[in-house]
């Protein structure tokens, strides 16, 4: 267990709406990190917080965001789906801002499998 | 620009042959590279990372900056080695870190 909590599990939902997913990072961690996972374009990077703050974006759609509360979870929000939306999405966490450098280590959670239909 | 390539999305070998799962990566500062394991669609997990040097479960990888590769290697594949490896560069981009993971390679070995 790396100690990153995410939920729901699964989810599936309709074409146009909206969804929340939420992610619980490792106690102590001030990083969070969202990914997608789809078949067709493998695991790519969505956007990072540290303490509250978005810190780096990468491919992550308008349509889609997130956000880090005080308490340190995180949500994504993901908005007028689209059946291309159908994924797994991941949350990790890591202590620092910098996720690799001194020892710092990003850990998963186990993901959040989202189906549009 | 940042850029992790797995150019093999499966490699199929027999239990007790070598396996070698390819990286390359394209970047312009100083790279840090890990490799990270997926089985059956649970979390990743963060297998390798070049600083350390180490060899977990039998693998190993050395940085190859001339050829700018982190090539996974095994001498002896078990069965449970089967799962989703993926390689990932640590980027630093306008002052942030980010990991960029190549499309991954599935390993299938067979007994």
């Known amino acids: 267990d790396s100690g990153v909590t995410q939920t729901p599990k699964h989810l599936i939902t309709a074409t146009g709406q909206r969804v929340t997913l939420r992610c619980s990072p490792r106690?102590?961690?001030?990083?969070v990190y969202w990914y997608q996972q789809s078949l067709d374009q493998g695991l790519q990077f969505l956007i990072q917080?540290?303490?509250?703050?978005?810190?780096a974006k990468g491919n992550i759609l308008e349509r889609f965001s997130a956000q880090q509360f005080p308490d340190l979870h995180s949500e994504l929000n993901l908005s007028s789906l689209e059946l291309g939306d159908s994924a797994l999405y991941f949350c990790?966490?890591?202590?620092?801002?910098?996720?690799?450098?001194?020892?710092?280590?990003?850990?998963f959670g186990e993901g959040s499998w989202l189906t549009v239909v | 620009a940042q850029r992790v390539t797995q150019p093999e999305k499966l490699l199929s070998v027999f239990k007790g042959a070598p396996v070698e799962l390819k990286c390359n990566y394209s970047?312009?500062?100083?790279?840090?590279l890990f490799w990270y394991v997926q089985y059956s669609r649970q979390r990743l997990q963060l297998l390798l990372r070049?600083?350390s040097r180490e060899s977990i479960k039998g693998f190993t990888a050395d940085l190859n900056k001339g050829e700018t590769s982190f090539h996974l290697k095994k001498p002896f594949a078990q069965e449970e080695d089967s799962a989703m490896y993926y390689c990932?560069?640590?980027?630093?981009?306008?002052?942030?870190?980010?990991?960029?993971f190549g499309t991954g390679t599935r390993l299938l070995v067979s007994p």
């Open positions: 990790a966490s890591s202590e620092a801002g910098t996720p690799i450098s001194s020892g710092n280590t990003i850990y």
């Open positions: 970047y312009s500062g100083s790279p840090e």
């Open positions: 106690s102590g961690d001030l990083s």
């Open positions: 070049h600083i």
């Open positions: 917080y540290y303490n509250g703050e978005e810190r």
């Open positions: 990932a560069l640590n980027a630093v981009s306008t002052g942030f870190q980010k990991l960029v």
